[in-house]
Structures are given as structure tokens and as C-alpha cells.
């Protein structure tokens, strides 16, 4: 049995095209190893801020690297503005890069992808598609994510898709004028030649698959891999009950007074497809925060994706029965110049309020709203002679699910990031990690309890700096489902001799920083799933016994009593507990 294949193309069957499949996915996932394995920057070699995949002749996606999950949706906008620009004009050898999200495709100026055309036979055969949050832009403050931003030329330096190498040659002048608009040019330039191995080894493995296979198998096999994701998206999505399914979500807002800024959504699901409809969103607002479209749909696509089966293939194919809409002009679809560097919030809010509307329909498949995605904690200034620079993308915590409690110490859901490792940073820079670890009681109760937030303190080690920070989900804690708490509320800090000052999960300013003081910042804990009278007495004994939940926590959330000294359920007085709760009475117990 064979697949079906375009007229006059060579039949390909199916394990021929199973291999082709995973041998496209390898190549993605090997470009990823090599970036990480080949970055100069923290970020990126730690934090693994970065995502790959590899792209037909037509610059449609048929394997992704598995990286950052929020962003892979990202490259079909940055290559039909590759095409706008660049289409016919490609020679053998060129590499192009580009980070600007108005007109280009691009996220927020960090964000730089780094492109390489597949020639083979003087003819392009697909695309090596990098892209890397590089350390340092430019802008007004160290890091280039400054929330007090109020335009995106106050951000960094802005490339729209140019040439960084042609027929094999660097552009050196190009080389030049990023060198010398960055804080970090070291880092910066390391990472842009990381990507460019990356995409070397996405062309020496897709020739390779053209000198086993031949284009004229290989091509047909690429219309195959993207019609298999999208049948079989279209099959699940069938599988949803046809209505409208709303959500609204919060993000607390800005400085000082911040005033919540609302995300509306509405999935319309429609026999075989789906809608998703930002209509009655916040209008954008003169901060970093802004969501440029192209995040938006990736976040959107991802939220989809999870709810699905992992044997759909990673690319174009189960975009095609998504529709996303944004209003213009709004925080998911801001218009020029809109500063934009900070808008990571808005794309895992993005993610959580897709998942709260799909909770009314599919609820065993969802999840609970986790931490709000990555805190972006950035500093930097001058130690021994020289500048630093520390941007670090903070993860810790999943809501729970329908059948799991959430997960504490890694990476949000819709991310696949990681924490930069103490050590590193303070071998590398003038900053010591204070404390880092769990926090007890911080996930939300439920018969599956939210994964627990963290906390993380930097004390500065050089004589000043300055820093900047986004966070949120204090003022509107992660949320729960069916019957399940929220999570806890985050928190900022600095701590100095002069006092402890709380700040806001969004400062709208460069904060000072002086020798000794501390930064100390504790995530959202993540919501819980279900009513907590129902989680096994067992499972919170444990809890309490690994110091997640105290004994006291347990006895007002759970109705469960533990004791103490015998280390076990006190059972009679946890049936007695839970009788008075489920009637409404205070979580006591009488004569204990």
C-alpha cells in the first residue's frame, strides 16, 4: 500500500514516509543541540531561549525542534515576510536575519532569527529556521526588555530581514553595526555564529536526505507530513462538541497603580475547525508589554496543540484548521511603534485563557494555570573594568490536571526553558544567589494540587546596577478548575539596608541597585484541580511529610488531620473535619 502522491511524482510508501518524518524531526532537534551546545550566552546555552525548524522550498514548517513550545507557531509569519522582501532574489550561500516584529514577523527585538535557503541542484529545497533570544539589543536598559518603554525605538536596534551572509561571505559591515549596538557584543555575536552551525547542520542533513531519497520523493513526502497533521487535527477537533466557549483573563497591570488589563477570548468550534476570537481585549498601552501578532498565534497554536495527541507531526499541517483573530490596535495585535520587548506575558496569558475556555468542553485534557510564565529578571552595569549583563527567564511551576497534581520546579507548560544555574552565575558574574527553592502552601488546593511556586534572591556584589523585571498573577492568582483553589499570588522584593521595599510586578522604571542589596522574587503558585475535600488523606499526609503543605494548611484546605508525632492521618478526626466542612463550618476540630 502505498501513500498518494502528486501526479507524476514517485509513490512514496508508508514506512518510507515514517522515516523521512523522523529523520526531519531529527534534524530539527540536532540544530537545537548544536545552538545550545555552541551559545556564548546564559540565556540561550541555559535558559535555552531559543527554537529551531526546518522549512520546505514553499518556507512551510515541516519539523520543529524541540524547544521553546510558545514560539514554534512563530515561523510561518517571519518567513512570509522573508518571501515579501527576499523571494527570487535567494543565492546559494546566503544566510538572513531579521528581529523587528512590525513588517518583518519578528517578536520583540531580542528575538533574532537567523535564516539559511537549501540549495541543491541550483535550486531551493527547503530552509534552516533558527531563532535566539540574544542577551543584549541595546535600548534603555540592560537586557533590552525594559517595561518602561513607550516605544519600540527606545528597545534596541531594529533589523528587518537582511542579508548576513552572502554567497557564503559575511556581511561584515552588518556584523559591525550589531557589535557596536549591543552591551554584550561578545555574547551577542557567539550566539548569531551558533545559529548560523545550527543551520549548517539543517543543510548538510536535508541533502543528505536528498541524496537518499531524491527530490522527487522527498518533495511529495513533505505535502504528506503536512496533510497527516492536519487530517488528524481535524479529526480531534470533530471530536469537540460544536459552540462557543469564552474566557476572560487578567494581567495586573503597570508601576505603582496598576490597573488590570483585560484578555477576552472566544472559541468558536465549528465541525472540523476552530476560531479564536481575542474580540473586547485591552487596547495596547505606551509599555513593553504589547503582544505582536506573531506570538499571539504561535501561544494560540501551542494552547491548541497540548490538547491534542502527541503523534500529530510538529508543522504547518495542524495550523490550517486554527483561525486566530486579534483585535488591531489592542495588546495582542499592537500597531506601530508599540514598545513590545516584555510581551512574553501577554503570549502565556494567551495560553491560560485558551485553556480556561477549553476547560467547559474538554476538561480531562486542559490544565490549571500555572505560574504566568517565565519573570524576566534583568540587570546590568559595570564590574572590574567591564559591563555586564545578566538576563535570566525564571520557570517553576504547572497547574494541576484532571488526573495529575501540578508540577513544581520546571518549566511553565507552553515554555521549555530552564533556570540558570547558581553556580554559573555567580562563577560569571558580580551577583550571588541568596536562596532558591520551593514555597510551601503556595499551590492552589485541590483533589489535585497546583505545583508549587519558587522563590529566587540576587544580591549584587559590584558597587551599583540597575535592573528590570516583569512579572505577574499577584493581584489575579493563577486560577483553579472544577472546584480547585487558586495558586498563591507572586511577590517582589528589594531588601537593603535602608528597609525592605515591595515593588510592583511591574516596575515601570530601571531600579537602582547598590552593593549588598537584594532582589527577592517569589512566582505565582499554580491552581489546583477539583474540590480539595476529595484529595486521598494520603496524598496530603505526603505533602505535609516533604514540607509542601503545612499541617495546618491541610486541616483548613483539605479537612485532613495530621499527626505530628506518629508521622499518619488521624482518620476519625479527618472524617469528622471533612463532615463539618462539606456542611460549612470553620475548619477546626472540636477538643484538638
Known amino acids: ?18 522515516v523521512i518524518k523522523n529523520a526531519l524531526a531529527s ?34 514548517v515541516v519539523a520543529q525542534g524541540l524547544t521553546l513550545a510558545v514560539q514554534l507557531g512563530a515561523f510561518p509569519d517571519a518567513m512570509s515576510h522573508l518571501f515579501a522582501r527576499w523571494g527570487g532574489r535567494m543565492r546559494e550561500g546566503d544566510i538572513f536575519l531579521m528581529n523587528d516584529p512590525y513588517g518583518s514577523g519578528g517578536q ?33 536598559a540592560p537586557g533590552s526588555t525594559a517595561i518602561h518603554a513607550s516605544d519600540i525605538h527606545q528597545e534596541g536596534l531594529r533589523l528587518p ?22 552591551r554584550q557584543p561578545i555574547q551577542v555575536l557567539g550566539d548569531l555564529r551558533a545559529q548560523v552551525s545550527a543551520c549548517a547542520v539543517a543543510e548538510r542533513g536535508l541533502l543528505g536526505l536528498l541524496q537518499r ?24 477537533i470533530r471530536d469537540i462538541p460544536d459552540g462557543r466557549y469564552r474566557a476572560t483573563e487578567w494581567i495586573d497591570g503597570l508601576g505603582e497603580q496598576p490597573e488590570p488589563l483585560r484578555i477576552e477570548v472566544c472559541v468558536t468550534v465549528a465541525g472540523d475547525e476552530i476560531e479564536i476570537d481575542f474580540a473586547g481585549t485591552s487596547a495596547q498601552v505606551p509599555a513593553a508589554i504589547n503582544c505582536p501578532i506573531a ?38 495585535n499592537p500597531d506601530e511603534p508599540a514598545a513590545c520587548a516584555a510581551r512574553g506575558v ?43 549583563v545578566l538576563t535570566e527567564v525564571m520557570v517553576g511551576t504547572w497547574g494541576a490536571r484532571a488526573g495529575r497534581d501540578g508540577i513544581e520546579g520546571i518549566s511553565n507548560p507552553a515554555a521549555n526553558l530552564s533556570n540558570q544555574p547558581a553556580e554559573l552565575i555567580e ?87 547598590r552593593r549588598g542589596d537584594v532582589f527577592r522574587h517569589v512566582s505565582a503558585g499554580g491552581g489546583g484541580f477539583g474540590d480539595p475535600l476529595l484529595r486521598e488523606p494520603a496524598a496530603v499526609l505526603d505533602d505535609v511529610l516533604d514540607d509542601k503543605v503545612s499541617a495546618q494548611v491541610a486541616q483548613a484546605d483539605y479537612g485532613v488531620v495530621i499527626d505530628l508525632a506518629r508521622r499518619c492521618v488521624d482518620q476519625a478526626a479527618t472524617a469528622e473535619l471533612r463532615a463539618r466542612l462539606r456542611a460549612g463550618a470553620p475548619a477546626t476540630v472540636e477538643g484538638r
Open 213 to 236: 531519497f531524491g527530490a522527487e520523493r522527498l518533495r511529495p513526502s513533505f505535502e504528506l507530513i503536512l496533510d497527516q497533521a492536519e487530517r488528524l487535527m481535524r479529526g480531534f
Open 427 to 513: 562563577a560569571e558574574l558580580p551577583l550571588e544567589v541568596v536562596r532558591y527553592g520551593m514555597v510551601r502552601d503556595s499551590g492552589g488546593a485541590g483533589r489535585q494540587r497546583g505545583g508549587l511556586a519558587y522563590v529566587r534572591e540576587f544580591r549584587l556584589l559590584a558597587d551599583e546596577a540597575v535592573f528590570t523585571t516583569r512579572a505577574d498573577r499577584r493581584d489575579h492568582p493563577p486560577y483553579g478548575l472544577d472546584g480547585g483553589r487558586p495558586g498563591g499570588g507572586s511577590v517582589n522584593e528589594l531588601i537593603s539596608p535602608r528597609g525592605r521595599r515591595s515593588l510592583p510586578t511591574m516596575p515601570m522604571e530601571a531600579l537602582a541597585w
Open 1 to 18: 500500500m502505498t501513500q498518494a502522491t502528486a501526479a507524476g511524482a514517485p509513490a512514496v510508501d508508508p514506512i518510507t514516509l515514517e
Open 295 to 332: 506570538m499571539v498565534r504561535s501561544s494560540a497554536y501551542c494552547a491548541i496543540r497540548c490538547v491534542t495527541s502527541p503523534d500529530i507531526p510538529n508543522c504547518d499541517g495542524y495550523m490550517r484548521p486554527v483561525r486566530i483573530r486579534a483585535p488591531q490596535g489592542s495588546i495582542l
Open 346 to 388: 501577554m503570549g502565556y496569558r494567551v495560553f491560560d485563557v485558551i485553556m480556561s475556555a477549553l476547560a467547559q468542553v474538554v476538561p480531562q485534557r486542559v490544565v490549571a494555570a500555572g505560574e504566568g510564565g517565565p519573570t524576566l529578571f534583568s540587570c546590568g552595569g559595570w564590574h572590574a573594568g567591564r559591563p555586564f
Open 161 to 182: 530581514w537582511l542579508r548576513l551572509y552572502a554567497d557564503g561571505q559575511p556581511d561584515e559591515t552588518l556584523f559591525a553595526v550589531i557589535e557596536r549596538n549591543t
Open 27 to 60: 534534524i530539527a532537534d540536532e540544530m537545537a543541540l548544536v545552538l545550545m551546545r555552541s551559545a556564548y550566552s546564559p540565556v540561550v546555552r541555559d535558559s535555552m531561549d531559543y527554537s529551531t525548524a526546518l522549512c520546505d522550498a514553499q518556507g512551510r
Open 108 to 140: 520583540h527585538l531580542p528575538d533574532i532569527y537567523v535564516v539559511k535557503p537549501i540549495f541543491s541542484a541550483g535550486r531551493i529545497e527547503g530552509y534552516a529556521c533558527t531563532m535566539a533570544h540574544h542577551s543584549d539589543v541595546g535600548g534603555l
